[in-house]
């Protein structure tokens, strides 16, 4: 009877021996910490935050280094669309995050959201696939595409360009701005505007040259009375040299083209007080002038003005001979003239 009481008390103390090995060995090859409450480690037992990985990457399909992976369940291989959020918040705002998201079968890109409004996303930024940068759209078209966040009828969107300085701005911007009048479709047009000298503030930005959706350029102004103008400055302009593409007036001098007269000229200026076919001073003030128009115009009246000039010349070369002539016959005649009073002179002194 002992020696069964041995026996029993020798299992008992290799089973609890055994146990205590069991659980030493699971204890001392446990790398995760789930408290109750506290901080959560995987791969590690000290987590230092709310929730700390510690673990080496791996690689897995296609992605190596992989620490951790997100998934959704919502949605299998098959799906060509959905997302896979996570969402960053302070008490109950829980509005901004990052998402993963699902633009075809084998496609994801993702979209950075802010929250603007009581847990209301705002989409800020989005990379497709391509690795596209969209800021404020998603569907960026190009390597960097800006779109503004609003839906009103009338706005823009805008890239900076600033050296901050003491909570400052100073610098530039570039607007895509359109306006719309119902039913019309969108007006665009793209600004760049400098801030004004002397000024540090972003409402001081000023446009500056503005390129209008036909294509017009615009400086010193924003909009314009006559779309005709591709180039439309209010100010002036300085420039080493300007080309202006002419057909010329040579015609002038064609044979068959019809000179007026100058007392036609002159009875016209009398009239209109300014030279035929060159517009008036006051509608120069009201129009303007066309370079090239006036250029050929001028170059035509320089051209008409020769031809005068060389009529005059013509004129005067034969009014020259004809002077030429009646002065060698006017000496013919003081010659002869001369001949008969020295003979009327001889005669009277033979009397």
Known sequence: MHNNIKVNILKKIISLTALNLILTTI???????FPATGNAGIGTLTPLTALEINAAGTTVGGSSQLVALLRNTNYNSTHSSGETRLGFGFANHYGAAISAQKETVNTTGFRF???YGYNT???????NALGN????????PGKLSVSSNTAAANGFSEITIDNLGAGNFNGSSIRNIYTQSSPS????????LVQNTGTNTYANLIERMTILGNGNVLIGKSTQANSTYMLDVNGIIRSNQVVVNTNGADYVFDQSYK???????EDFINSNHHLPEIASAEEMQKNGVSLGENQILLLKKIEELTLYLIDQHKKQLAQQELIDQQAKLLNEQQAVLKDMQAAIGKLKNHQ
């Open 27 to 33: 204890i001392m090859g446990q790398t995760n910490k």
């Open 113 to 115: 959201y802010t929250e």
């Open 121 to 127: 996303p705002l989409l800020a930024l989005s990379i």
């Open 133 to 140: 940068i969209g800021i404020g759209n998603s569907a960026p």
């Open 185 to 192: 479709p969108l007006n665009p047009r793209l600004a760049f």
């Open 259 to 265: 000179l007026a007269t100058l007392s036609q000229v």
